[in-house]
């Protein structure tokens, strides 16, 4: 140990000796506990035992800056970690709250009851550790690798996918390219595997329910594309798609059906084999439909959670950054075609629809991946729609948040959501197909005076027309309910819609994370006989997939500005809106509903 350090590590004893002496009376198991994100702190400073960056390795900086930031006030390291606070530890300007997972503290993760896997999902570590930074972007005259439609491939295309995946399956288990070891990389991020880092170690990160849900599985579906080509020998091998927004994928692909093949998986509802029509809107138990009408239901879905979800927070979720709970909000399409195909092709009569129906166990089914190939293709569709949305991108925060992952040289890599914004600098593109949904906006089921005189009747038994006279917050979710909110602007110019969206905003509360649950959402319907998911009243449905045993809360978020206007109800001080649970009656709670407008 050099001088300099010596006496810095006899300052810092002396610090603990005084704070001691200072609080006898109060200290307790927690100071024994910060101890150890104090011993984390002289470690991380004097460069020794910290395996997860090299010492020239610069960006790294953040964390150390983090650091040198907190010991300035030195008594924070004492506090009980469940008092610490994002605004108490980065009290600097400039200091980064970028998500990153610390690989090296991986753990058991949450699993729901009656599970059918050990909670064990962590990532194989090489020893010693080596993490290299991403550097291997596509050269510029090079060849694109081209996403297509699993609909318009041919057998011998979707002969190299059944092969690849052969392969994977054959693999060593302690090899990270198997095909389990690839699935406990989904698993490990979505079930709690990985904490935060110190001084938030306490807090598990959940890649769901916010703004890391697009670029995680990007980064997820690009090295696990890399690692197929490369096991059969084509480096211009792209993961096709399962294009279920179109009317021609609407359906399970033939090749995941055929029970010779390494595509096929037994744990998926039989119900739902080709040539049956995919609902987006599914629950367990849907009822059937003709298959024009289905097609129909899910075109006017899609419009829904793709064309009137303008903002990158009712599209894309909440903002989520280092010291944050999981989960803050979670976006349109995540929530449904996202959650709901998820659950279509679960098993229904397993506990948690293993495998797609829950997050611990999705990836072990081969059509994971075109099903998620497919979302990262929705999210370059949404950025262009109306001549350009707006994510996430100016935020240093989400641009430099971190994943972990092997490539197909078994090397383990470290990549931030920057380098993933353009996929032709990944290498890849996305063969284009018709989008019917764009076209399907939805219309009234009924008229406008029908609606004004449901609405009238309400307003008229109600005491309070901010909120409901039916019950006071939290609402426990048990069955139909249909509450008067205040809109705070009515009117509004084009100019004004323009620049800011109108959202529904609803706090959930109480959400039993192991359970199957789901609820719709109407504007200005009649309870009585709630609209279709063709109709303008119906604006949306939350729906879980079951993961974790505890109870979670998250926000959900609807925009509604073209809505209005097509009920005509842009003059209407209050809307009423109608909460009808579908799945899982009193499972969940709303804390909060109100109208907000946020920014394009």
């Known amino acids: 140990m050099s001088p300099f350090s010596r006496v810095l590590s006899t300052f810092f004893a002396l610090i603990i000796v005084l704070f001691f002496l200072i609080n006898t009376t109060t200290i307790s198991t927690s100071f024994f506990t910060n101890i150890n994100a104090f011993s984390h702190f002289l470690t991380t400073f004097h460069g020794k035992n910290n395996h997860h960056y090299s010492s020239n390795d610069h960006t790294d900086q953040p964390h150390i800056s983090l650091w040198r930031s907190t010991w300035r006030n030195p008594f924070i390291a004492f506090k009980g970690i469940n008092d610490i606070s994002p605004s108490s530890v980065f009290n600097k300007k400039n200091i980064s709250r970028a998500i990153s997972p610390d690989i090296a503290k991986c753990g058991p993760v949450e699993l729901p009851p009656n599970a059918i896997t050990l909670p064990y999902c962590c990532p194989i570590l090489p020893s010693p550790l080596k993490i290299i930074d991403f550097k291997e972007f596509a050269k510029p005259n090079a060849p694109l690798r081209v996403r297509k439609p699993i609909h318009l491939l041919d057998d011998e295309y979707m002969a190299k996918l059944e092969k690849g995946i052969a392969i994977m399956k054959s693999l060593p288990e302690n090899d990270p390219r198997n095909y389990i070891q690839q699935a406990k990389v989904h698993c490990v991020y979505c079930n709690g595997g990985y904490p935060q880092k110190p001084p938030f170690q306490n807090l ?34 792209a993961v096709p798609y399962w294009s279920w927004d179109s009317i021609e994928g609407m359906q399970m692909p033939k090749y995941f059906a055929d029970p010779n093949s390494s595509l096929y998986h037994n744990l998926r509802d039989p119900r739902h ?3 049956y029509i995919v609902d987006l809107n599914y629950h367990v138990n849907a009822e059937s439909t003709t298959q024009d009408q289905q097609v129909n239901y899910n075109l006017a879905f899609m419009y829904k959670q793709m064309v009137l979800a303008d903002t990158k927070e009712v599209f894309m979720g909440g903002v989520y950054r280092h010291g944050d709970q999981a989960q803050p909000a979670i976006g349109s399409v995540e929530l449904a075609p996202h959650n709901t195909v998820h659950k279509w092709v679960g098993r229904a009569d397993l506990p948690s629809q293993e495998d797609m129906g829950t997050f611990y166990t999705a990836a072990r089914d081969p059509i994971f991946y075109p099903h998620h190939s497919n979302l990262d293709r929705l999210w370059g569709i949404w950025t262009s729609l109306d001549g350009g949305r707006k994510d996430y991108r100016d935020d240093q925060d989400w641009l430099d948040s971190e994943f972990f992952f092997y490539d197909e040289n078994l090397n383990l890599v470290r990549v931030n ?13 996305y063969e284009e197909v018709e989008l019917p949904w764009l076209n399907a906006s939805p219309k ?3 008229t406008k005076l029908q609606r004004q005189e449901k609405k009238a ?4 038994s109600s005491q309070d027309p901010i909120t409901t006279t039916i019950t006071k917050f939290p609402l426990v979710l048990d069955s139909k309910v249909s509450l008067v909110v205040n809109r705070p602007k009515k009117l509004r110019s084009k100019l004004e819609k323009e620049r800011e ?30 609209s279709g998911p063709d109709k303008a009243e119906f604006v949306g449905t939350f729906t879980s997939v079951p993961h974790g045993s505890h109870k979670s809360k998250t926000k959900y978020l609807v925009a509604i500005s073209k809505v209005l206007e097509i009920l005509e109800a842009e ?9 009808a649970p579908i799945v899982g009656k009193g499972l969940v709670s709303i804390g909060s509903i109100m109208v907000e407008y946020i920014p394009k």
Do not use: C, Q
């Open 204 to 237: 598990k990160i959940d890649i769901h329910r916010s703004w890391l849900f697009y670029p995680f599985h990007r980064w997820y579906i690009y090295f696990f594309e890399r690692i197929l080509g490369n096991l059969i020998g084509d480096p211009n091998f």
């Open 273 to 275: 084999l080709p040539p």
């Open 417 to 429: 959501i920057r380098d993933s914004l353009d996929t032709k600098k990944l290498g890849y593109v």
């Open 444 to 446: 009234p089921s009924r």
């Open 457 to 460: 009747s309400l307003l008229a």
């Open 501 to 530: 969206e109108e959202v529904l905003v609803m706090e959930i509360v109480d959400l039993h994370s192991d359970k199957d649950v789901k609820f719709d959402v109407h504007i200005d319907d009649d309870e009585e006989m709630l």
């Open 571 to 579: 003059e209407d001080e209050n809307i009423v809106v109608t909460l």
